[in-house]
């Protein structure tokens, strides 16, 4: 191929006006340009197919990463759906049990001894907090005045119990008195109820 490059110049060289060492030089350097040249390209083709090998070989990784991630990433679903259908059975069970332990509560306007039996255990020393909840429960229960003040009546102990004894039996009944004289029994002032 380097002949027949060469013997074409050599002709192109002499339509140009070109004769002896000068045609042979001119010709010999454009087979050497076209060399130089052609070199280049196979250079670039190659760098080319290198780069093109490179970029199929990054995106083959990517997808395999990508793949693995998917894959981790479904595990890791499955590993939380099961933890919170365990959790969820746990619980479950945990409230079947609560359930079982505990009387069904009494429904609103219920009688007063299905609510004495979800009344928490009197204490003196936390005497806001059980009114607190008493509070609460009497809210739930939609109770009238007068089975609140049963209510309270059965449960109390102490200076409460002594204070609501000094009370007329008329006056037992309004749940504002009792409040009344369980606050000044045990000494709670308006700022700390």
């Not at 060399?35 to 090998?53: D, F, G, P």
């Not at 693995?68 to 759906?81: I, N």
């Not at 609140?148 to 007329?168: D, I, N, Q, W």
Request: hydrophobic share 35%; charged share 35%.
């Amino acid at each position: 191929m380097p002949a027949d490059n060469y013997r074409a110049f050599m002709d192109l060289g002499k339509e140009a006006g070109f004769t002896g060492s000068e045609l042979t030089k001119w010709a010999k350097e454009q087979v050497d340009d076209l060399a130089k040249q052609e070199k280049e390209e196979r250079l670039e083709w190659r760098n080319y197919e290198a780069k093109q090998r490179r970029y199929e070989e990054e995106q083959r990784r990517y997808e395999e990463e990508r793949e693995e991630w998917r894959r981790q990433h479904k595990l890791t679903l499955k590993e939380k759906e099961l933890e919170l259908k365990k959790v969820r059975e746990e619980s479950g069970e945990a409230m079947a049990i609560q359930q079982a332990s505990n009387p069904t509560p009494a429904a609103p306007n219920a009688p007063i001894s299905s609510i004495n039996s979800l009344v928490p255990k009197w204490t003196e020393e936390e005497l806001e907090a059980w009114l607190g909840e008493i509070e609460a429960l009497f809210k739930n229960y939609n109770t009238t005045e007068t089975k609140r003040a049963l209510v309270l009546t059965k449960h109390m102990e102490g200076k409460a119990k002594a204070a609501l004894c000094s009370l007329e039996k008329s006056q037992r009944g309004y749940m504002l008195e009792v409040h009344r004289v369980i606050i000044k029994a045990c000494e709670i002032t308006p700022e700390k109820w």
